[in-house]
């Protein structure tokens, strides 16, 4: 039995705390923040391999998993259908998954309040070093902590987030609130609408307390607008009392005049039924969208994955499933070749080609929005992509292409 230390208690490190606890490992998971996270993120798309990590992480996968969908509608700004494809799916929530792997964990093992300060290793032992004073060692440190990695700014400062140009408005709308006619036109599909340069999509997830009955659901949207880095961004992220929060504004901080002006702008350029949908959100919230691209996730002892490793911007709709996969791979060699660097090295030689390729994926699905941007070329017109290719494209389960190298399709190269 190995000594595993795990940084971030999000789905990425619940994953693989879970899943090396229950090989017999000797795991403890280290979270900065203190309380419950519930209530972080939103909707998640899932695919096979995601109920396959779930299984492995000792949670049950049944029908209270999520919300089933078989057809996608693209609307145009009249409401009126621009096309329909068939392609059945389950959608969850970050609250279901959280809650369903913090279960599964013994909650001695899940300490917060634990804030990365400083980490070294030699050749027998990582450690780590937190922020109020706490010390903690073991023989392998797997970093979950997210696209602002307390780890990866100790062992890989060079990696850092890059925006892409454009910012995600992103809430869930109960489906109580909603018109008839929302209700029969979108409510039960994988929706889109596209502006030009723009793109909102959407779907039906579990309502509150995970309830997925029937008139207890909600309608989880994300809707990607340009937004310049230097002007609109920076006033997008600062609330109404002219705190600025350069890493990502909290929900509740985001200033209302930003909120009424996006459900102006909703009301002249959606599809009306989107547009109900935004006004009667309660709380939208902001997501700033970024790359994370690494060229290295394993220094000796200690490895990267989930968002410390890769942040693919939420087209792809795996991030989860990502993160879920590279769990179990590096639970897989640490079986094979024992809680050492040679297993870690296994991982990264398995995965992070795979890693780089739904970055470029996701920069693939996102190119003709980036184009509005102030890293973009503006001519968004020859970007375009028709609904069929969007509906095709957007949030599917590409481990075939990633295992064939085709995560990106030649056209596009």
């Given at each position: 039995m190995a000594k595993i230390l795990v940084v971030g208690g999000s789905l990425g490190g619940l994953f693989v705390a879970?899943?090396?606890?229950?090989?017999?490992?000797?795991?403890?998971?280290?979270?900065?923040?203190?309380?419950?996270?519930?209530?972080?993120?939103?909707?998640?798309?899932t695919h096979d391999a995601l109920a396959q990590a779930l299984r492995a992480a000792g949670v049950i996968v049944d029908h209270t998993l999520g919300v089933p969908v078989t057809q996608r509608v693209?609307?145009?700004?009249?409401?009126?259908?621009?096309?329909?494809?068939?392609?059945?799916?389950?959608?969850?929530?970050?609250?279901?998954?959280?809650?369903?792997?913090?279960?599964?964990?013994?909650?001695?093992?899940y300490l917060q309040g634990k804030a990365v300060k400083a980490v070294s290793q030699d050749t027998l032992s990582v450690q780590v070093r937190c922020e109020d004073g706490s010390e903690y060692s073991g023989d392998l440190l797997i970093a979950s902590d997210g696209i602002r990695s307390g780890v990866r700014a100790q062992v890989a400062p060079q990696i850092q987030p890059e925006y892409a140009?454009?910012?995600?408005?992103?809430?869930?709308?109960?489906?109580?609130?909603?018109?008839?006619?929302?209700l029969d036109t979108l409510f039960d599909y994988f929706g889109f609408c596209l502006p030009n340069g723009e793109q909102m999509l959407g779907y039906p997830v579990a309502g509150s307390g995970n309830d997925t009955r029937p008139g207890k659901r909600r309608y989880n949207f994300v809707w990607y607008r340009p937004?310049?880095?230097?002007?609109?961004?920076?006033?997008?992220?600062?609330?109404?009392?002219?705190?600025?929060?350069?890493?990502g504004i909290p929900p509740l901080k985001?200033?209302?005049k930003h909120i009424a002006h996006m459900r102006t702008v909703a009301r002249e350029i959606l599809a009306p039924q989107y547009a109900e949908i935004l006004e009667k959100t309660a709380a939208p919230f902001l997501q700033a969208i970024y790359d994370v691209r690494s060229e290295?996730?394993?220094?000796?002892?200690?490895?990267?994955?989930?968002?410390?490793?890769?942040?693919?911007?939420?087209?792809?709709?795996?991030?989860?499933?990502?993160?879920?996969?590279?769990?179990?791979?590096?639970?897989?060699?640490?079986n094979n070749l024992g809680a050492t660097p040679d297993a870690l090295q296994a991982y990264?030689?398995?995965r992070l080609k795979l890693g780089q390729q739904v970055v470029a994926r996701a920069q693939y699905l996102g190119r003709y929005m980036q184009a509005q941007g102030s890293k973009g070329s503006r001519d968004a017109e020859n970007l375009k992509r028709n609904a069929g290719t969007?509906?095709?494209?957007?949030?599917i389960d590409i481990s075939d292409l990633l295992a064939q190298g085709r995560a990106v399709p030649e056209s596009a190269h």
């Amino acid at each position: 039995m190995a000594k595993i230390l795990v940084v971030g208690g999000s789905l990425g490190g619940l994953f693989v705390a879970n899943i090396l606890l229950r090989q017999g490992h000797d795991v403890t998971l280290l979270e900065k923040a203190t309380g419950s996270l519930d209530g972080r993120g939103a909707g998640i798309v899932t695919h096979d391999a995601l109920a396959q990590a779930l299984r492995a992480a000792g949670v049950i996968v049944d029908h209270t998993l999520g919300v089933p969908v078989t057809q996608r509608v693209t609307l145009g700004s009249d409401g009126q259908s621009l096309g329909e494809i068939e392609l059945p799916q389950i959608l969850t929530s970050w609250s279901r998954l959280y809650h369903m792997l913090k279960e599964a964990f013994p909650v001695g093992r899940y300490l917060q309040g634990k804030a990365v300060k400083a980490v070294s290793q030699d050749t027998l032992s990582v450690q780590v070093r937190c922020e109020d004073g706490s010390e903690y060692s073991g023989d392998l440190l797997i970093a979950s902590d997210g696209i602002r990695s307390g780890v990866r700014a100790q062992v890989a400062p060079q990696i850092q987030p890059e925006y892409a140009g454009y910012i995600a408005w992103r809430g869930v709308c109960d489906e109580a609130c909603l018109s008839q006619y929302t209700l029969d036109t979108l409510f039960d599909y994988f929706g889109f609408c596209l502006p030009n340069g723009e793109q909102m999509l959407g779907y039906p997830v579990a309502g509150s307390g995970n309830d997925t009955r029937p008139g207890k659901r909600r309608y989880n949207f994300v809707w990607y607008r340009p937004a310049s880095e230097n002007e609109e961004l920076v006033s997008l992220l600062t609330d109404d009392d002219g705190h600025y929060y350069p890493i990502g504004i909290p929900p509740l901080k985001v200033s209302w005049k930003h909120i009424a002006h996006m459900r102006t702008v909703a009301r002249e350029i959606l599809a009306p039924q989107y547009a109900e949908i935004l006004e009667k959100t309660a709380a939208p919230f902001l997501q700033a969208i970024y790359d994370v691209r690494s060229e290295q996730i394993v220094f000796g002892r200690i490895a990267l994955m989930g968002d410390a490793a890769f942040v693919g911007r939420p087209h792809v709709g795996m991030g989860v499933t990502k993160a879920g996969d590279e769990a179990m791979v590096i639970a897989k060699h640490i079986n094979n070749l024992g809680a050492t660097p040679d297993a870690l090295q296994a991982y990264s030689d398995e995965r992070l080609k795979l890693g780089q390729q739904v970055v470029a994926r996701a920069q693939y699905l996102g190119r003709y929005m980036q184009a509005q941007g102030s890293k973009g070329s503006r001519d968004a017109e020859n970007l375009k992509r028709n609904a069929g290719t969007v509906m095709a494209e957007t949030a599917i389960d590409i481990s075939d292409l990633l295992a064939q190298g085709r995560a990106v399709p030649e056209s596009a190269h």
